[in-house]
């Protein structure tokens, strides 16, 4: 494994810096090794990785979520009643949410970024179809 050398070292502490001072107020940004333990950089391997924990926020009256039947045909949608509130009648393949989990970007940054290699990143999301996630994690790199 490549050693970090000290002017990564020092850019990568850069940008987890801004990170951290971005996203780590409220606790959404954790790195490894923490950024109180600066020191020297690490000797070989990954010298940062960490999380960015997205929130999502939805409005007070909720979001209507449609799932596929699990025959993969598209179900059809109940219509609203006139309230707009709730379906007219029990709808299998309609949900009304009012909280999602976060969307997490988790990222590794190797010994020889930025000089050489680029970051790893991986998204999870568990209310996104694997197939959605893929093509957005797409767009981040």
């Known amino acids: 494994m490549a050693a970090v050398d000290a002017g990564a070292w020092a850019d990568q502490l850069a ?7 971005v996203y780590g107020l409220d606790g959404s940004f954790t790195c ?4 109180a333990g600066e020191g020297a950089p690490p000797t070989a391997g990954c010298s940062f990785a960490g999380d960015i924990r997205v929130a999502v926020e939805l409005p ?6 449609l799932r596929p039947a699990s025959d993969g045909s598209t179900p059809s949608v109940a219509q609203p009643s006139a309230d707009g509130d709730a379906p007219v009648a029990w709808d299998p393949y309609r949900l009304r949410v009012h909280h999602l989990p976060p969307i997490i970007l988790s990222f590794q940054l190797p010994a020889t970024y930025p000089t050489t290699d680029p970051p790893k990143f991986q998204l999870r999301c568990m ?11 797409m767009r981040v790199v």
């Not at 694997?130 to 093509?135: A, D, K, N, Y």
């Open 15 to 21: 940008e987890m810096t801004v990170l951290d001072a």
């Open 32 to 35: 490894t090794p923490p950024l």
């Open 60 to 65: 007070e009256e909720g979001v209507w979520l």
């Open 127 to 137: 209310w996104l179809h694997p197939h959605e996630v893929r093509m957005r994690l």
